[in-house]
Each structure stands twice: as structure tokens, then as C-alpha cells.
């Protein structure tokens, strides 16, 4: 039988999301879990994407299939029995055996946290400690030529080889409350690191005379300088 969950996690501990040898991963210690669950059988987890060392997730997906009779509340109750309090599962449901959480996505949304106001060390594993003044009028103005479909190829990871580094993104929501700037992303789906390199470059528009439209059109990772740190950025939600 399939199963799809959803659950949260605090990155912070993590050493990312996919699984590593001797490293402490989500994926890892679900794994663990239900290895115990199944009596000693080796499960395999298939999430909705990776994350990065240090990145969050508020609503992440992932299928696994457990050839065992559990009512829904027990497995759930038992998964979070036995994973790490950095780990919470919120939802468990059965799932036609053809469902892929992977291959099926439709979007996804991302959000990235800013402090632009005085350091908070309470926040500095939640939300990036920038500490500076933006220009958000043109972060806003900037981040609507991301809207659409693009060659993401300034905004990928340079050593990340893909066929095609093409993706849609149906909207951007930029919101400032009090000293927190928060960035929502909403897409088709994301190249690795390419919130956090929109994130950098849209930092480094704000602050000189370059132009996101430019950086697009060059299809250069090196058309800006430096990614945003792992720490503000959240995996808010996956649709099917």
C-alpha cells in the first residue's frame, strides 16, 4: 500500500534532506522510523525534492509504500514516535499505487526570510540576519521579470548539470512586516539553490543599477555575486 505524508522539519540539525552515509538527514531518520515500524524492512521515502543543508520545510511531501495493516492514526502516531523532535508528521493518506510524489508535482512554494532591521541571534537559524536597509520598492518592481517561463541558467547551481534549465514561475509575493521581509515563490518547480540565488540577486539589485531582466538574458551564474545563506528559506507547500 502507498502512503503520502505531509510533514515539517527544522533543517538547522540536518545535514539536508537526502539521504547521506553517517550523516543525520530527514530522509535518513524517516527511513529509521519506518524500518522499525515494518519490522526491520528497508523502506525507501520519495519527497516532493531535496533541501539543502539548513533549509526548512512548513508543508513537505513524500510516498512510501509499507506492505503492513496500520490504521492511519497509529502509523502517523508511530512515525513521529520515532523520529526527532526536528521532525513532525502532519498528515498521512493512502494513495492510488501510480502516485508519484516527485514526478507528479504541479507547484511548488517556497518562502525566504530577511531580517533588515537589528540583529536577532533567537532568529539566526530561521530567518537571514542581513541586518541592512533594502530597496523594496525596486525588490518588488525587480521581481516581476522572474514571472513566467525562463532559462533559469543564471540562477542554477554551476556545477549542476541539467537537460534543460527551463521553469515556470506563476507568481512572487514580496511583504515587508516591521523589520522581516518575507519573499514567496510559486512555481512549476525550482533548480537547485535557484530561490536562494534569486534571493542574492534580488539583494544585489536593490543596492546598484543592475537589472534582474539582464541577468536572465545573460544565462550566467557568474552575472552576480553571492547566494543567500540556507537559513531564511522554507519549503512552504507542494500541489498535485
Keep these: ?16 534532506y537526502q539521504k547521506q ?10 527511513e529509521d522510523a ?24 512548513i508543508n513537505q ?19 513521529n514516535t520515532y523520529t526527532n523532535k526536528d521532525i513532525y508528521i502532519k498528515d498521512i493518506r ?11 508535482v504541479k507547484k511548488k512554494e517556497y518562502i525566504y526570510k530577511i531580517n533588515i532591521g537589528e540583529y536577532n541571534p533567537l532568529d539566526r537559524n530561521y530567518i537571514f540576519q542581513y541586518n541592512n536597509k533594502l530597496n523594496i520598492i525596486k525588490i518588488k518592481k525587480e521581481s516581476k521579470y522572474f514571472i513566467g517561463t525562463h532559462d533559469f541558467s543564471s540562477f542554477a547551481n554551476k556545477e549542476d548539470k541539467k537537460e534543460s534549465y527551463v521553469r515556470t514561475i506563476y507568481k512572487i509575493d514580496v511583504k515587508k512586516n516591521k523589520d522581516i521581509l518575507t ?15 534569486m534571493i542574492g ?12 531582466k539582464n541577468i536572465l538574458n545573460q544565462k550566467n551564474r557568474k552575472t552576480f555575486g553571492k547566494i543567500a ?11 498535485y
Design 229 to 239: 545563506p540556507p537559513e531564511g528559506l522554507y519549503l512552504s507547500n507542494v500541489e
Design 34 to 57: 519506518l524500518k522499525k515500524i515494518s519490522g526491520g524492512l528497508d523502506i525507501e521515502l520519495n519527497s516532493s525534492g531535496r533541501t539543502d543543508r539548513g533549509v526548512h520545510a
Design 183 to 197: 519573499v514567496k515563490f510559486i512555481g512549476n518547480g525550482f533548480l537547485k539553490y535557484q530561490v536562494r540565488n
Design 94 to 104: 493512502i494513495v492510488d499505487n501510480n502516485f508519484h510524489a516527485r514526478y507528479m
Design 61 to 79: 511531501k513524500a510516498h512510501f509504500d509499507l506492505d503492513k495493516k496500520i490504521a492511519l492514526h497509529k502509523l502517523k502516531m508511530a512515525l
Design 21 to 30: 552515509p553517517k550523516l543525520r538527514t530527514v530522509q535518513g531518520e524517516i
Design 201 to 212: 540577486a534580488l539583494i544585489e539589485v536593490s543596492n546598484n543599477n543592475k537589472s534582474i
Design 1 to 16: 500500500m502507498r502512503y503520502l505524508i505531509t510533514f515539517s522539519y527544522d533543517g538547522t540539525n540536518f545535514s539536508g
